[in-house]
């Protein structure tokens, strides 16, 4: 099955040096049953998207998470940080195309939910999908309201829909060190 993980660029770090990604909670998003049945129309490529766009979404609620591990240990101040692993945060959306068995289906959380077993090997990367520089600021923005669009904000819902308006630029596994090197 294909699933799509919800990173970080910190966690393509990790996922690199260390060649298997522990998914947060082991949450992924897949085309499942019950996200056909909640589409009247639309072929497994469609679907696949609504799939990787939900993960896309639960990529902002890691930066968030990530943007408050570092306002925690630094204080709360964001800019006097210490770069983790060497590394500033970076506000970009991340995702990890994988190809997986035994992922449970999880349709108490929503309809393309799949809980994972354990860590993602990197032999089973079939891509990653990573925001470009000019949708940071965007990015940053929906980062700020994510848990507000969670509970119906209709403002931070427009927010959400500036960062979501940028595509995920695809990358082949083997490209990843090349790059995180770039950023």
Request: hydrophobic fraction near 50%; charged fraction near 30%; charge should be negative.
């Amino acid at each position: 099955m294909r699933v799509y993980i919800p990173a970080t660029v910190a966690m393509l770090r990790e996922l690199v040096a260390n060649r298997e990604l522990f998914p947060v909670g082991g949450t992924a998003f897949a085309v499942t049953p019950a996200l056909r049945e909640a589409y009247a129309s639309g072929d497994d490529e469609e679907l696949a998207e609504v799939a990787m766009g939900e993960a896309a979404r639960a990529s902002l609620r890691l930066l968030a998470a990530e943007r408050d591990d570092i306002s925690e240990s630094d204080g709360g101040n964001e800019a006097d940080a210490e770069p983790v692993g060497g590394h500033r945060p970076v506000y970009r959306r991340a995702v990890i195309a994988a190809d997986v068995t035994g992922a449970k289906l999880r349709p108490d959380l929503d309809d393309a939910v799949v809980k994972l077993a354990g860590p993602i090997p990197y032999a089973k990367i079939a891509s990653a999908h990573v925001d470009l520089a000019e949708a940071e600021p965007e990015v940053a923005k929906a980062v700020d309201v994510i848990d507000a669009a969670d509970l119906g904000d209709t403002d931070a819902e427009f927010v959400l829909g500036d960062a979501e308006d940028h595509q995920l630029a695809w990358y082949a596994a083997q490209e990843l060190p090349f790059l995180l090197e770039l950023l």
